[in-house]
């Protein structure tokens, strides 16, 4: 694959991370405020599914990224920016 194939991919993925990111601090900040327990057990599997969506992202990033080292520390600073 082309070098520049495979730094839109990265990209991709990161983007991902991001967007998946904010739509857990989203969710995250409405746990637990609703009145209703229903609402408040929907909205923490929405939380737990979105964590896990960053889980696996991180895991085909790294393993996409696991033979050059000078991404590897590009990919940590992003991951460090995330807070992940």
């Known amino acids: ?5 495979d730094h839109g991919r990265r990209d991709g993925l990161r983007l991902a ?26 909205r923490a599997v929405r939380h737990k599914t979105l964590q896990v969506a960053q889980k696996r992202i991180q895991t ?12 590897g520390g590009e990919l940590a600073a992003a991951l460090d920016k995330l807070g992940l």
């Open 1 to 5: 694959m082309s070098d520049e194939y």
């Open 60 to 71: 085909a990033l790294r393993r996409f990224t696991s033979d050059d080292a000078e991404i």
């Open 17 to 42: 991370l991001a967007l998946l990111a904010a739509e857990e601090e989203k969710w995250s900040a409405q746990l637990g405020q609703s009145r209703s327990g229903r609402t408040n057990a929907l």
